[in-house]
């Protein structure tokens, strides 16, 4: 067994924090503040690959794995979740499915200019009626003349109203249920598709999330992203990846507000001492990073199995469970050493706590998780 990074790695690794750390640190609130999509940020990061950072380089993008994704994810995440989430979905949804899932028109024409940064990319699965019952899906595409056209509205979208390219569901076989579900990829400004209501968010709000309304939406036959039908179950193996990344955004934001917490804590005197030296908050402190280490190796795991072709349902849904919920935890214990400064926006475990919450809920509750995991131990009996 391994437990070290690679020099390649390593170097990776640095490289996201120098960027996290020294461009966008800075406009961390701005953005937040604003609800400011961070266009400027994004294009720097794709400027060092990180828009494409799982794709082949005939794709244009940096021709790494899931290990150096999560690292990736990981790091932007340590300083502004918001920026972590956006690589994340533009990366392991949007891009990936049109990876696995298109063909190599649809390849050459959506995943190069996607991989390289020059669009960004949105992926709508989520409906007002449909959540983690996402075979409730009410969008529908009907074959027309050698056009799809779809009629509906998601909600939920990250990137719903910046992105450029965005992965829709549409039910084309009524009469099949959850296998009636099939996938496209649609252009923005294509007549009858546009953003809907951008939402007001708790917490990562300088990342884009937004309803997409479909009325009359005409798209040509060769849009339909892998078999008719089959959507569903793609969206199913795109979520497999998407949760490893989803775990690396909790374990960053974990990782961040750790290291503020503890950083104020050898600073900040009560009783005439640091209050780090008082059992109370070193036992925080101590919990605090034990769990976020697990976490750690969870989704290392993972990522590990992924870039060597195993199957990572479980591993992948593990990881985002104990991630997402330590990550509540360690958000929560940070803001209690900071006491009272931890409640203003003038220290970073205010957002911290704001930003984790979505973890527990995004691709996936924490409930659907404990019940993907249950179902593959049960496959083994």
Known sequence: M????????????????????????????????????????????????????????????????????????????????????????HNGLCSNHIYIAGSEELKQKFLVPLATGKWIGGWSLTEPTAGSDAGGTKTTARLDDGQWVLNGAKTFTTHGSVGDVVVVFGVTDPDKG???????????GTPGFRPGKKENKMG???????????????????????????????????????????AALALGMARGAYEAALRYAKEREQFGRAI?????????????????????????RAAWMKDNGKTVTKEAAMAKLYASEIGVEVADKALQIFGGYGYVKDFPVEKFYRDMKLCTIGEGTSEIQRLVIARELLKSL
């Open 204 to 246: 990562l709000r300088a990342s884009d999330t937004a309803e997409v309304v479909m009325e009359d939406c005409r798209i040509p036959e060769d849009q339909l992203l892998g078999e008719r039908g089959a959507g569903f179950i793609d969206a199913m193996r795109i979520l497999d990846g998407g949760r490893i990344s989803i």
């Open 276 to 300: 780090s030296t008082f059992q109370a908050i070193q036992f925080m402190l101590a919990d605090m990073k034990t769990k976020i280490d697990a976490a750690a190796l969870l989704i290392y």
């Open 178 to 188: 959850k296998k009636g579900i099939s996938a496209f990829v649609v252009q923005q």
């Open 2 to 89: 391994q437990f070290e990074f690679s020099e390649d790695q390593n170097l990776l690794r640095n490289t996201v924090r120098e960027f996290a750390e020294g461009e966008i640190a800075p406009d961390v609130m701005k953005y937040d503040e604003a609800q400011e999509f961070p266009r400027k940020i994004m294009e720097q990061a794709a400027e060092l690959g990180l828009l494409g950072i799982i794709f082949p380089e005939e794709y244009g993008g940096s021709g790494l794995g899931y290990m150096e994704y999560a690292l990736t994810v990981e790091e932007l995440s340590r300083v502004d979740g918001s920026v972590g989430i956006s690589v994340a979905a």
